[in-house]
Nanobody, 120 residues
Framework: QVQLVESGGGLVQPGGSLRLSCAASGSIASIHAMGWYRQAPGKQRDLVANITSGGSTNYADSVKGRFTISRDNAKSTVYLQMNSLKPEDTAVYYC??????????????WGQGTQVTVSS
């Protein structure tokens, strides 16, 4: 069984920073792309950023220059450093990873979500 466990959400003032972490665990043969999505109330879940196993990154236009995604392959962990946060960044943030468990096919996995609220 594969799990993604997120941490690091919370309440922050506009202009502040937060760092999200997501650790994968379980019977894992390989981890491919990892990423972060977010979903605000009443809206669809959208890609924030993703990163390949080789370190290539991709960002939503709305977060370019403010957010940085990184990963530690030895720890099976992906991070999202969020700076210059704005109220419109308020959402539940979900970790996503393409993982091949031992003896199973490559599949999509999701974390439980962590709330990020940007408000004064």
């Amino acid at each position: 069984q594969v799990q993604l466990v997120e941490s690091g959400g919370g309440l922050v003032q506009p202009g502040g920073s937060l760092r999200l972490s997501c650790a994968a665990s379980g019977s894992i043969a390989s981890i491919h792309a990892m990423g972060w999505y977010r979903q605000a109330p009443g809206k669809q879940r959208d890609l924030v950023a993703n990163i390949t196993s080789g370190g290539s990154t991709n960002y939503a236009d709305s977060v370019k220059g403010r957010f940085t995604i990184s990963r530690d392959n030895a720890k099976s962990t992906v991070y999202l450093q969020m700076n210059s946060l704005k109220p419109e960044d308020t959402a539940v943030y979900y970790c996503n990873a393409h993982i091949r468990p031992w003896n199973y096919a490559l599949s999509d996995y999701w974390g439980q979500g962590t709330q990020v609220t940007v408000s004064s």
